[in-house]
């Protein structure tokens, strides 16, 4: 995900000094000018604005309280585009303030060829200042910005809520797909109705997923859905907030995962509703059915 | 629902006799040139098509095999446009066959403003001849039809399982809504990014009612809700089918009827998430968010 | 279930005419004194008190509807030892109320080593003169009977929440035995650890079953257990009650019809937990655990 | 809970200097024997043997790591008899090895009247050693102790499970009590009857609670079930295990806390079930019904 996104910026002029885990995959940024940091820490010596993009909360604390922090000088502005929970966001949120520091949460909503093609969208929150003076390069990044407010953790809490609701129509997908599939009829007729109704790319994209059983390569894989749905049942512990239906889609994450899933896309909690159903996993037959 | 489409099949040229319990409803068709019968059977006496769209199975159980069975002609042809059980549906296909009668299911989508609007959508099933004799009539109804099968069965299965996507949509507004407010940010702007990002009309529509909690009057009330819910639930049970959120959309509903919410709008069912979350349903405040 | 029953009420020495299905299953009881019915309604036929212990409300239906009510006498008792539903109950109620003759539910608890041990417990209700008529019959079967009120379907109605208690004990036993084995520790020691702080018999008979993994063959099947809780479901829903539980043990009852699983014993739904988890269902290492 | 600990270990005839952030509940035991001390800290030193009986994770961590550890002598054993997470129990295994210290984990089972009455039950684990050279101690606690196994953690989880199962006795009680109470039935005659069956004394103390709705004063406190049942769902996604039981006792804790019953006995968790039903939380009438 760092990689377009590390592109777009570049292609939009901006100077960038990379890091990434992966050596090759920070190599790779080169010929289209960035440098290359050795260290993650280095990446922050000297820069104006840092942007992190991680798999969790580990890998954020890791990097931003291993060395980043003091590395960043004074003035400059940490963007956190990684999902996060709320509560390190409001833990990164204090540490950079004592350091003199700005601190942006700027997640990102869309796959990775959603970010290849410019197409993210970003959901934004902060100071204003600091939002304003990140603009053009959250701009940069996608189609479209929106600011949640001026705490950073509203956007985390926003982008987790949004992630809530995504897992919850691939939830929804797989059971009526287990309903369809069993009673005999043929599901890509029945993933057509539901786009004709509901008319949501979601559905669309997800729904053609599903019906062609494709969860490999995966675009967003199961143990990050899982990941994404603890972040919400802690965000709504935290609120007193009792959400069965994350919980649900949890349980569906882990039956995923002990089951051998876990590194198939996170469309593929609609193959653990459809086993649950007695539904083998094997390809759904083609398409025949006739839609006017 | 059945005004409406009474009012669409006269405008369109057809010749139309009406009946309703409430007789007041059928009378006033009459100036759109309906004839007016007196019993359910009566409207069924001569017909070349007789169309139903009635409350629930019970209903169209005493219609059907209470009387129009008699009285309808050997050759005409049944159209239920009612949202019932699939088990129902075979009954009446044996029966109506029986009787040397056709019979197809024709079941609508949308709420009376888009009956009215002639923007319904119509699943339909049956054999395809029947379906062919009948498409003038359907096709005054509503802004398409997707033919589901050959058996008229499988278009209330489609419908069962279309509603129950949609009652899912509630749900995951109601529980992502109550994280969201609950954490102290706006809905009506967390309303506007799941519209955004995910651009259904379904979000954008019941977003803003739920938003607003605008439940009464209702478009389509908690009771039928849980009518449809229940009706999924069977289906699956028939095809051995666990569906695990239809469960959970049972069980809000029922905690919605049990609080006194039962004739408000089917969206309420956020509103019984919000008060589990121990908000109480008055009217959110009005929407201050920023969104660029 | 109907075997133990006819004999023990053989054995306390009262005349008895029964009828079953399966033809050698009555004929067994020939040699204890039984006379034979060719038909079902041939039993009732001069009865004074006429028994029925059948699969679910269909076969009770048949029977009772299709001829034993027109050929048992005015003044004869029907006692209703199935587990039937609270509706069926009351229209059963109705109808021997308006042929002039007595009805009363007697369903028991208990399984078939029990009815043979006759340690059946009994849970009675309806008309409290009739309960006292039949109590010597009731007493003949088990080991003691609750009179749960003057209305037949009341004992219904307790009957089947009792077996939602003893299903949802199995789901409890279920869920913490998939917690403990796949954390590395050994079920049978934690079975036992449950025994000592619970004690009841229940986890001592069902924990030894699970943590051995014995679920053929069936005391109960699985098919019984899913009859058992929709019936529950079906109580609370006329009487508005959401039962999420219920709802649970629902889905993982069909999890194990759809797997293959319907005729293993209804403990089986710890399997289907199990199988959730990525546990195989080959049995668990025998005991090696230390207690003091 | 610790006092009644202490008072036990005092009564046996063991030396004790306690601690406890509430000065008066330590100066209460001065009169038994107790030498009282000023900071948790002061507690550990000398200290052959050091128990902590605390409220959570955070408590635990903030005494041992805080200071006990460092006045803690080598060879000296730490006995936890906390409710705290698997994942705790294994740090805290490390750094008393590191410090060439003991450590064993003991939670105990029982409310606090068990306590008072040396009717505690103690799942013990840990290195056999140190166990028996704590079960002197231990025994002077309660009526007997089960050995899990020779790591602390699995004491720990063995607790939780056990909890687990206790909390889902409690759902089990609020579902089938809201059934029979809003069909019209005596809950007070329901319990007995599941007293005769399941013969569980948590049957029979719960089901009497719950009957008659004493909720206050607190044995064991909603938000602390909650806490528990928190542990259970993290140990259970450690082990990748769904627990959807775990999961619903969490949202009807979470409800329970959001409606302000958080300080109330976490039996309450049947209130929230009757509400959800529609039914008041006023005192159910007084039992009228008939058992013989």
Redesign the interface.
Known sequence: MGTPMARNLLAAGHPLTVYNRTREKAEALRAQGARVATLPGDAARGAGVLFTMLANDEAVEDVIFGSAIQNLGRGAIHVSASTIS?ELSKRLADAHAAAGQGYIAAPV?GRPDAAEAKKL?L?AAGPRDQIERCRPLLEALGR??????EEAW?AN??KI??N???A??L???G??F???R??G?QVH??A???N????????ENYGAIIADQRYQPAGFKMRLGLKDV?L?LA??????????????L???Y??G????HGDEDWAAIAKV?AE???LDGAAAKPRT????
């Open positions: 709320v909503l969208w959901i479209g910005i929106t600011v949640a407010g509203q809490l926003v809520a949004a809530f609701v995504l919850s129509m939830e929804t997908l059971e009526s287990a309903l369809v069993k009673s009829l007729q029945f057509e109705i539901l004709a109704l509901f008319r949501s790319p979601v559905y603890d919400a965000a709504a512990e935290s609120a007193t907030v009792p959400m069965p239906l994350a919980g649900l949890r349980d569906h882990l039956e995962i002990a089951r051998g509703v649950n159903a007695g059915g006739t839609a006017t």
